[in-house]
């Protein structure tokens, strides 16, 4: 067996226990997961739900301005973008600056959003009956500070 020489055990467990990223990357992992579950009968997932709907309220005008109203990184966007063309949701349509790509939804894309808001609704639901309004209000009113707050930073930085 070898012997650890690296982080001792007691600030391993404490960096588990109080690191930012490592926490809110758990309980978004489960999060999404809960989401999934609830979307798969309709086709998308979780993350491909808030690009649609971002989408559909008129967001589309490029890969860039869509990116920075999701938080997405551009490249990462594209790679769901192609997938969610190839599924028919979504297509690029002529934009007013001619080196920008639009984005608009397609019919199929309409539909899916609405069958996708039905099953979001039943699982948001779900979640607040589980952890309660205020504590739900609570989190996400703390993960934008803390989201505001690292956007702040790194700008500086």
């Not at 199929?108 to 099953?119: H, N, P, Q």
Request: hydrophobic content about 45%; glycine content about 6%; aromatic content about 4%.
């Amino acid at each position: 067996m070898s012997r650890n020489i690296g982080l001792n055990r007691n600030n391993a467990l404490l960096m588990g226990a109080f690191c930012a990223s490592h926490n809110l990357r758990r309980a978004a992992r489960l999060v999404t997961r809960h989401y999934d579950r609830a979307l798969r009968p309709v086709g998308i997932t979780a993350a491909q739900l808030p690009i649609l709907a971002a989408i559909s309220a008129g967001n589309g005008n490029s890969i860039a301005a869509l990116s920075k109203v999701l938080d997405i990184e551009a490249s990462s966007l594209s790679r769901d973008l192609a997938l969610l063309q190839k599924k028919g949701l979504v297509r690029y349509a002529a934009a007013t600056d001619r080196r920008a790509r639009a984005l608009e939804m397609t019919r199929r894309g309409d539909r899916t959003l609405i069958s996708a808001f039905k099953a979001w609704k039943k699982a948001h639901g779900s979640l607040l009956n589980h952890v309660g309004e205020n504590a739900f209000d609570s989190m996400l009113l703390h993960t934008k500070r803390i989201g505001k707050a690292v956007k702040s930073m790194n700008r500086r930085s």
